[in-house]
């Protein structure tokens, strides 16, 4: 027991760390820059910080949420992401313990994270996190019945098969979506995303997802997002104008992959009980 909280504690550490990491990656990889040179700075000032400025969630406590040398204010958003990602870890730890399927997980968690922040602040999905992701899942696929450990991820055939369902169905919506919308429904980052996620699901969880975060993504955008923004479609347009260079439409563009995402997760821990009574259980 006293071990187990052990194990959580010390996973929930590391998880932080790797939050700090994925908040670098957020900023930095939208703009193509090194995620390891320079070190950290203010966006403001341009502040080096220091070591002991930069340790997860305890500077931005103790230094109250402003850059220690002009006082500009440091977003939430980053010491958030940080606790995130080590309860996350934590998690995973303390459902698995030391395991091969717990760090599989955490990574495949934390990858998602970061697509769904990016997708959300940047509108688009670093190949960073996706690359990354796919060359992991289809090695720790072919590493997995050596290990003795072959939970919950596709085997190392499907996850092939499901890297090209994945991605060949998002082109296809995207395609269809196009030809509906008459603009650019689907970016190359969700086909990467579906690459990745596909390797990780297998064929048959990796359509479900699809069709999970679409859902999702319709209830939230029709039922939140798009009567928002026509209320006040003047700025949003403007809004997202200037972020993007150009004008693609009177609407908001969809992050797709921020609804994807998660639709990843509910499908590699429920995914396959989902499947049995949706398809076998009749
Ligand atoms: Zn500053």
Redesign the pocket.
């Known amino acids: 027991m006293t071990s187990n909280l052990f194990v959580t504690a010390y996973a929930f550490l590391l998880g932080l760390c790797v939050g700090s990491f994925l908040n670098v990656c957020v900023e930095r990889w939208p703009a193509e820059l090194s995620v390891v040179r320079p070190r950290s700075r203010?966006p403001?000032?341009g502040?080096q910080l220091a070591w002991f400025e930069n340790v997860p969630v305890v500077s931005w406590l103790v230094l109250r949420a402003r850059?220690r040398?002009?006082a500009?204010p440091i977003s939430a958003i980053y010491p958030l992401g940080e606790v995130a990602v080590g309860l996350l870890w934590a998690a995973c730890a303390a459902r698995w313990g030391i395991t091969f399927t717990a760090v599989r997980v955490a990574v495949f968690l934390t990858l998602l994270t970061g697509v769904a922040l990016t997708d959300l602040r940047h509108y688009l999905i670093p190949d960073g996190f996706t690359v990354t992701g796919l060359l992991w899942t289809l090695a720790t696929a072919l590493a997995a019945p050596f290990v003795g450990e072959t939970l919950l991820f596709a085997g190392p055939y499907d996850a092939l098969i499901g890297a090209c369902a994945g991605a060949g169905l998002i082109a296809i919506v995207g395609w269809l979506g196009e030809v509906t919308l008459k603009r650019e429904a689907m970016g190359m980052g969700d086909m990467t995303l579906m690459a990745f996620m596909g390797a990780a699901l297998g064929p048959a969880r990796a359509i479900l997802a699809v069709f999970l975060g679409a859902a999702i993504g319709a209830v939230v955008f029709l039922g939140v997002v798009y009567p928002v923004a026509l209320l006040r479609r003047g700025r949003v347009t403007a809004q997202t104008e200037l972020a993007l260079g150009s004008a693609p439409t009177e609407l908001p563009l969809v992050p797709f992959g921020v609804f994807l995402a998660p639709a990843g997760v509910v499908m590699l821990l429920w995914g396959d009980q989902l499947i049995d009574r949706l398809f076998l259980g009749m």
């Open positions: 203010c403001k000032c502040h850059c040398s002009c500009e």
